[in-house]
């Protein structure tokens, strides 16, 4: 009866920690963490912009935001075109 009881307790813990594993993955795809890192560049290169008295600076401050956007939205595709290639 012991075994069965500790047993149970082992799949319990690891059911908990694969629905923690869940939620992180899902986080790490989520449009809110996009646009949410995506805001953080936008502020940082425009308080850095602004600081080294660059023109424009908020107007500038889109390109490095942008790229990431784009790399964030782009890099999904060439992650599944190198494990197929990879798994061949």
Same mark, same amino acid.
């Given at each position: 009866?012991?075994?069965? *009881?500790? @047993? +149970?307790?082992? #799949?319990?813990? #690891? *059911? +908990?920690?694969?629905?923690?594993? *869940? /939620? +992180?993955?899902?986080? +790490? &795809?989520?449009?809110?963490?996009? @646009? !949410? @890192?995506?805001? $953080? &560049?936008? #502020? #940082? $290169?425009?308080?850095?912009?602004?600081?080294?008295? @660059?023109?424009? %600076?908020? =107007?500038? /401050?889109?390109? %490095? &935001? =942008?790229?990431?956007?784009?790399? &964030?939205? !782009?890099? %999904?595709?060439?992650?599944?075109?190198?494990?197929?290639?990879?798994?061949?």
């Amino acid at each position: 009866m012991d075994s069965i *009881e500790n @047993l +149970e307790k082992r #799949i319990a813990v #690891i *059911e +908990e920690r694969n629905r923690r594993v *869940e /939620a +992180e993955k899902a986080w +790490e &795809t989520s449009v809110m963490r996009t @646009l !949410s @890192l995506s805001a $953080a &560049t936008y #502020i #940082i $290169a425009g308080i850095f912009m602004q600081s080294v008295h @660059l023109s424009y %600076p908020w =107007l500038n /401050a889109f390109v %490095p &935001t =942008l790229g990431y956007y784009l790399s &964030t939205r !782009s890099l %999904p595709f060439v992650k599944r075109w190198w494990m197929r290639r990879r798994n061949k």
